[in-house]
């Protein structure tokens, strides 16, 4: 497994496992019937977004690599995104450490490629080489290092697969391949590192169905929800809720009764559109009795959002570095 040694990170990112460093093109649409903009409502006097954490509602976690939630005590989850190449593994005891230190769990989402894109493989190319085995090692690597740490471990492993945008490499494969290779890599996990629970993630689209592994390769599923006001004013010509924004891929994997958890949470727009988000995101509500946890992605989007939006600051405290 090569390693890509990332000099510049700051204590915080090291503690956290790594920023995500890819910038992946996005997709420009000029041909929709949205809303015209409204300035003032777009206005953001909110100077902190975090999630009020509702007493006996939902748990609520955080991948937080500027460690704005550090000392946030309600915070059950520490997630953190990792390659399967170009990274030293030796950062996730640092990272164990610090939630060790929080009483958080760890939700580790293993993502199927390098970060770097001079060594991304194509679509085809890397479904081939995870179903022969090529891979192999590196997950058993990530699985041998997750048995040593102290913390409770989740295992997200190539998440949104049925994702159409080519936003990620294993997105969009034949879905009895990414089955296959589901299976073979959380094989891995259950051998090398007993006891870590296994999050299947969809992004919550219609046809997620098919790539369903089956219970027995389930704990958790996960589901991602983002909010972004002027998308919405576009695509769907109206602001949504939190619970807007679940609907679709909640109802699309209730049936599995599993406990659903939202593993990537993320709003931003003006104070109007983003206070529901901020006072219903970890409130029970009937409507999703399964929904077990959200978990808020506070960093900016690594991608382009499509109309030419640009990539989403989803930080719930201002990014002065962010442009």
Known sequence: MKKLMKNNLSTTA?????????????????????IAPNPAAAVQTIIDKRPVVHAGGIKFGAYDPHGDFGAQTNVATEALFLPWEDVDLETLRVADAYALARGRNLLITVEPWSWD??????????????????????MRSIAHMISELKSPVIVRW???????????????????????AYKRMMD????????????????????????????????????????????????????????EALKQGYDLVAGYGKAIWVAELGYEGGDAYIRPWIETATLKQSAFPNLQEVVYFNDRDVQAWPFDLGRPDWRVVENLGSN
């Not at 998440?159 to 969009?172: H, N």
């Not at 958790?220 to 695509?235: I, N, T």
Request: charged share 25%.
């Open 14 to 34: 090291i503690a956290l496992l790594l920023v995500c460093v890819a910038e992946l093109p996005g997709r420009s649409e000029v041909q929709y019937a949205g």
């Open 117 to 138: 894109v001079d060594w991304r493989l194509s679509s085809a190319q890397l479904r081939a080489k995870v179903l022969r085995g090529d891979y192999d090692v590196n």
């Open 158 to 180: 190539g998440q949104e697969m049925e994702d159409k945008s080519g936003r990620f490499s294993w997105s969009g494969w034949n879905p009895q391949d990414y089955i296959t």
């Open 188 to 243: 891995i996990v259950r051998k090398e590192a007993p006891g870590t629970e296994l999050m299947w993630s969809p992004k919550g689209e219609p046809g997620l169905q098919a790539y369903y592994p089956g219970d027995d390769y389930v704990d958790l599923v996960g589901l991602s929800v983002f909010g972004l006001q002027r998308y919405d004013e576009l695509a769907y010509k109206e602001h949504r809720t939190f619970s």
